[in-house]
């Protein structure tokens, strides 16, 4: 009996090495050849862009279920956006997205409406918002089964949070599926996560994963998301592997004159490093974190795109080309602002409390910079603009038939940004503000995020003039908090 007993002892731990060894993380696969003509790049998705219609690019930032809920809001709003075109047709403003750019928990809404935009609206709220999110990863995560499996050094936490997204969010669609939508039926979905080994932004494109020499049309929604929303700590870093040894193309051309420190601004220079960097013979692995490490906004790309041909999926080309009238950019920023009792005892702040500020004060930071960053141009394109023709005015009246200069600036542009500092009533504001940053949030705070993202919108100064460029007659909608919430958040109601 002893022996039947330790036979089944190392029968069953014997079964246990032989998972552990099985469990990897799922290998994006390499690249034979680049080729710019296909892959999920933006000139592969997109149609060339039309004077006649808007430029839309959305940038979904980091918070967990609170971001996706605010993200959510804005396209619910979108879609009820409505305007006359110049030839008197009547649009959706939603129809005019182009592009959106997302990091962590915004990257779930980006990516389910990308891949679904026709249930998006009535099954993303069952489907992710109204979910424990939370629970149903610990739950996976306290399964023996599992246990095993994480014993493996090519299998982590994340891996396991991959497979559940894949299999209950995203129904196992790979950025393949998104190449066989009909060209331009859907926006460019750009998910950004954080290459740890070089600090720099990694985002979801093919042209990104040119530099790895590997097929990104084979890779899982679910991994990019994954990797966007990969929280230090909570999860080990996502890997993806680099077949640069293959060497399936050049580097861009821009990247080689980039390199010289002395030639080109300083961010030039960093961002051809980083892209340069994959062809490291070293760099056989790529080792991903959250997106917002690097860009907690999802703005650095666009940015990038908006005022550099260095850009994979660079907009400025367009606008050289008088393809774009006009260029619209709405951020959602899901930014807390955590109000702490530390300093009213000696007692210093504990390790959950510290690590919480090591790990988002400095994406706050960046988020920070970002915006600034895209609002500081666009004014400076204004004005240059305003300039030109108010130099031309007075050339036109102290030099009739004086050859007018040319305003190099032939695109109208707009940035609104959302955010809960912009929520005007205090009590809601602060609420807002003290939501955690998770995966889960109650129907009332889902609710509230929904709604306030679409108030911001309508009161938005540079919203609002950006649509009346578009078609003058255009009014925002009056959105009002329902009663019942503001009396459940604020235990009063609204007068």
């Known amino acids: 009996m002893f022996l039947i007993i330790r036979f089944k002892n190392l029968l069953w731990m014997a079964l246990i090495f032989v998972l552990a060894g099985c469990a990897h993380y799922p290998v994006n696969p ?9 892959g999920y790049r933006y000139s592969v998705i997109r149609q060339m862009p039309r004077s006649d219609k808007p430029f839309v ?23 009820k956006v409505k305007y006359t ?4 047709e009547k649009r959706h403003l939603l129809d005019d997205v182009e592009i959106i750019s997302s990091v962590s928990g915004g990257s779930f809404t980006s990516a389910y409406y990308t891949l679904f935009p026709d249930h998006f609206f009535t099954e993303f709220p069952d489907i992710f918002l109204h979910k424990n999110i939370e629970k149903e990863l610990i739950m996976r995560l306290v399964n023996p089964y599992n246990w095993v499996r994480l014993a493996s050094r090519d299998f982590s936490r994340i891996d396991l949070a991959e497979e559940y ?69 909570a999860f080990a870093p996502l890997t993806v592997n680099n077949y640069n040894q293959r060497n399936c193309g050049a580097l861009p051309g821009w990247i080689e004159p980039a390199m010289s ?18 062809k490291d013979p070293d760099r056989r692995f790529c080792h991903l974190l959250d997106g917002g490490l690097s860009d907690n906004l999802g703005l650095r790309g666009p940015f990038q795109a908006i005022t550099t041909t260095d850009s994979a999926w660079s907009i400025l080309k367009q606008a050289n080309l008088s ?10 920023n899901a930014k807390t602002t955590k109000h702490h009792d530390w300093d009213q005892t000696s007692k210093p702040p504990g390790i959950k409390d510290v690590l919480g500020v090591v790990t988002g004060g400095p994406m706050d930071d960046v988020s920070l910079d970002s915006v600034e960053m895209a609002d500081n141009h666009f004014r400076y394109m ?53 939501l955690p940053t998770s995966l889960t949030l109650d129907a009332k705070a889902v609710e509230l995020l929904i709604v306030t993202a679409a ?41």
């Open 85 to 88: 075109t110049a030839r008197g």
């Open 455 to 495: 108030q911001l919108l309508n009161q938005s100064d540079e919203f609002i003039k950006g649509m009346q460029e578009l078609d003058p007659t255009w009014k925002p909608r009056t959105i009002i908090i329902p009663e019942n919430l503001v009396t459940d958040i604020c235990g009063h109601s609204k007068s």
């Open 165 to 233: 997204y894949n299999e209950k969010i995203f129904g196992k669609k790979t950025f393949g599926d998104l190449l066989l939508k009909p060209k331009g039926q859907a926006p460019f979905l750009v998910l950004n996560a954080t290459d740890i080994s070089i600090t720099h932004r990694f985002e979801f494109t093919q042209d990104q994963f040119d530099l790895l020499c590997s097929d990104l049309s084979r890779v899982s929604i679910a991994r990019g998301v994954a990797a966007s929303s990969n929280f230090p700590v």
């Open 57 to 79: 690019i959305l940038a979904f930032s980091g918070g967990g279920m609170r971001a996706a809920a605010f993200s959510f809001g804005l396209l619910k709003e979108l879609q």
């Open 382 to 434: 204004k004005q240059l603009s305003n300039t030109v023709d108010a130099c031309n005015q007075v050339l036109k009246r102290k030099c009739p038939g004086a050859e007018p200069v040319k305003n190099p600036i032939g695109t109208m542009f707009s940035f609104c940004e959302l955010s809960f500092e912009r929520v005007k009533d205090k009590c809601i504001r602060r609420y807002l503000q003290e």
């Open 30 to 38: 390499a690249l034979d050849k680049i080729d710019l003509n296909s």
């Open 261 to 278: 420190l002395d030639k080109n601004p300083d961010r030039r220079y960093f961002d051809a490093l980083a892209a340069a960097s994959y």
């Open 323 to 332: 393809k774009l009238n006009n260029l619209m950019v709405i951020a959602v």
